[in-house]
């Protein structure tokens, strides 16, 4: 018989709890200020596979291991100059380094991917803060199905994953998430230069300003194959962030076929149902609100598109039309 999962506040109870589900190789869904993550022991080689499994992510795509603080990367990463100056600008917080792993780290080569490198960050949000200090580095990407919405709320979790998943004991829930987009991702491999890999919670404009000097820009990964092209950093695959109705990007006129995300002021009175992700033209308030408002434009298309209006690449604009694009590729 499956065990349930159960979604619980969290309180030190419940933290306990977690921690020992995490050591016993079970699956753990908890928030970040980004999204939530899905949670195991990342020097348990099973319970990483099992990341794969409940969210039928390819086992090509590499994933994010969560570390309390930059001491703990050290320890498992080669965490050079440049890796220092990040991390003491940025974490805690949005901003995921991905570097050389070393040899002889106990991290489950699963979360690499076949690669000789290895994704961490140190989340801000208490929860899983406190999460991490009870059960070490934790291999966590977004908690739901793989390519679909990322969760901002636990009940997104269930909705995703199902809480009778046999692997996934809980989802601590610690609310709606602040930031409500994924990290951005730098690369920084040893004879190159940092590269911007992914862009999210952090603009790129910002980790230039603490660099001094401009990013190299990741070639796009225009598939969802298992090529070396692209895939040494999550969030890369093609088609990614997908709900199930179609999607048309940077859209002004609209008719009785569509669902409007709108965003800024708006031209003409919009579609019943459309929703706004900032009316302000507020980028940070637009990133908190893309995936809930996907997900809840996805619930009531019934047959009908989402157009979605223009939004400025600047700042976090440059992250949103990143989920956006994603989104909207032809799906594998």
């Not at 993550?37 to 990483?48: K, P, R």
């Not at 999607?247 to 709108?262: G, K, R, Y």
């Amino acid at each position: 018989m499956t065990e349930q999962a159960d979604i619980l506040q969290p309180l030190p109870d419940a933290l306990d709890k977690a921690s020992a589900a995490l050591a016993s190789g079970r699956l753990v869904a908890f928030p970040t200020e980004t999204v939530y993550g899905l949670g195991a022991s990342a020097m348990i080689d099973e319970a990483v596979a099992a990341i794969f499994e409940a969210k039928g992510r390819p086992h090509f795509n590499p994933l994010i291991v969560h570390v309390p603080d930059s001491a703990t990367a050290a320890q498992h990463t080669v965490f050079d100059e440049r890796a220092s100056l990040l991390a003491d600008a940025f974490w805690p917080g949005g901003l995921t380094l991905v570097l050389p792993r070393r040899p002889d780290t106990p991290i489950s080569l699963l979360v690499s991917a076949g690669l000789d490198t290895m994704a961490v960050r140190c989340p801000a949000h208490p929860v899983a803060h406190a999460l991490l200090e009870r059960a070490g580095p934790l291999a966590a990407p977004s908690a739901n199905a793989s390519g679909k919405l990322s969760p901002t709320q636990a009940t997104h979790v269930a909705a995703s994953l199902g809480t009778g998943h046999g692997h996934l004991a809980m989802v601590l829930d610690g609310g709606e998430c602040a930031i409500g987009l994924e990290s951005t991702v730098i690369g920084l491999p040893l004879d190159g230069p940092a590269t911007l890999l992914r862009p999210g919670a952090v603009p790129g404009e910002d980790v230039e300003a603490v660099l001094g000097y401009a990013l190299a820009k990741a070639a796009p990964h225009t598939s969802n194959d298992d090529s070396t092209q692209g895939r040494s950093s999550p969030g890369q695959l093609a088609s990614h962030y997908a709900p199930d109705a179609p999607i048309v990007l940077n859209t002004t006129q609209f008719d009785e076929n569509d669902v409007v995300l709108a965003f800024g002021a708006e031209p003409c009175p919009l579609p019943k149902g459309s929703l706004n992700l900032s009316p302000s033209g507020n980028l940070r308030e637009a990133a908190a609100h893309l995936f809930s408002m996907l997900r809840l434009l996805d619930a009531v298309a019934h047959g009908k598109r989402i157009a979605v209006m223009p939004i400025p690449m600047d700042g976090l604009g440059a992250a949103i039309n990143d989920r956006l694009t994603r989104a909207a590729a032809p799906r594998p």
